[in-house]
């Protein structure tokens, strides 16, 4: 049997669930990784067989996704070249990690696509939904990677195809200790931003991992460092708390490790504020953008003692041998 497994490479969640979801895979068949994306910061550990530029979006410097040159970065000419190119009809199974190539050329050749993916968890119906509706952000979402069968990961198993989150075991294995600090990871605020505002916290020490800076350095009680997966999930581990965009794979890591935490959503990010509105749900705070105004609600939340508890049990190959299970022809 051979599989081909296609990862979006826009962040780093998707490709860090793929770490432990291939070698599941590959209990069961030959298995073949497509990563489409420019906004990575992870590699994977396996040999990727073909790589697409794909549909990425791209951070800002003040809370948001940059639609122009999110816009501009993606030509309709190389998408669709990349999607008539891609080789799905060569596979047996095709599982899709909300990667657009791969599922549109599923779409356009009439095969099977098999959904699995945290934005399937979080559009699902049963899931929670911000107060305020995105429907320009819903209707990307709808039809980003369409899948004829699918399969989600969310914060809470809210349906029976919804699974809890898939945690590496690189995670697993740690052993949480608090030594003061907060990690922070906030992609779509540059540093300058950052160092305005948390710096108004001058007994806080913060730890801030950047996507726009690749020289470490430190201004009074805020450290910027470059991404670095495993310098980021050391900070984590050993932190008194959480500060972070309501993705998913860091916001549930940081809640399998019990820390405080607490999110902000990404503008013109739908995604998350489905994840912030799961997340408001189990008890997380919730803020809506880094200014003066949110002063109030940080330090409430630095003063806080509890975090909330959650159960996510390593169920990586179990979930794979049912979806296996379920298509194999």
């Not at 189990?282 to 975090?307: C, D, F, Q, R, T």
Request: charged fraction near 25%.
């Amino acid at each position: 049997m051979k599989i081909l497994y296609a990862v979006q490479g826009t962040g780093n969640g998707h490709l860090c669930r793929a770490i432990d979801i291939i070698p599941s895979l590959r209990k069961h068949a030959e298995v073949d990784v497509i990563v489409s994306g420019i906004q990575a910061d992870i590699n994977l550990p396996f040999e990727v067989k073909y790589r697409y530029h794909g549909l990425s979006f791209i951070f800002g410097k003040t809370g948001g996704v940059d639609l122009w040159r999110t816009f501009m970065s993606s030509t309709v000419r190389k998408f669709v070249k990349e999607v008539n190119s891609v080789p799905v009809d060569q596979y047996d199974l095709v599982i899709n990690d909300f990667e657009p190539i791969s599922a549109w050329g599923c779409y356009f050749k009439e095969k099977a696509c098999i959904g699995l993916s945290h934005q399937i968890g979080a559009f699902d119906p049963a899931s929670p939904k911000p107060e305020e509706t995105d429907m320009l952000g819903k209707f990307i979402m709808k039809n980003y990677a369409p899948a004829t069968h699918s399969y989600g990961f969310h914060f809470k198993s809210y349906a029976s195809n919804i699974f809890t989150p898939v945690i590496r075991q690189a995670v697993r294995e740690l052993e949480p200790k608090d030594l003061g600090h907060y990690t922070v990871y906030l992609p779509s605020y540059d540093d300058a931003h950052l160092l305005k505002h948390l710096s108004r916290f001058p007994d806080v020490k913060w730890e801030v991992f950047s996507k726009h800076n690749k020289k470490p350095f430190k201004l009074k009680n805020v450290s910027i460092n470059p991404i670095n997966s495993d310098a980021f999930v050391q900070s984590m581990a050993t932190s008194s708390g959480v500060l972070c965009g309501a993705g998913f794979e860091t916001p549930a890591e940081a809640l399998f490790l019990q820390k405080k935490l607490l999110v902000i959503p990404m503008k013109n990010q739908y995604e998350q504020h489905l994840n912030a509105a799961s997340l408001e749900e189990i008890g997380v705070p919730v803020i809506k953008s880094l200014k003066k105004k949110s002063e109030l609600e940080i330090e409430s939340w630095l003063n806080a003692k509890a975090s909330v508890r959650v159960d996510y049990p390593d169920c990586t190959d179990d979930i794979v041998e049912k979806i296996i299970e379920n298509h194999k022809s």
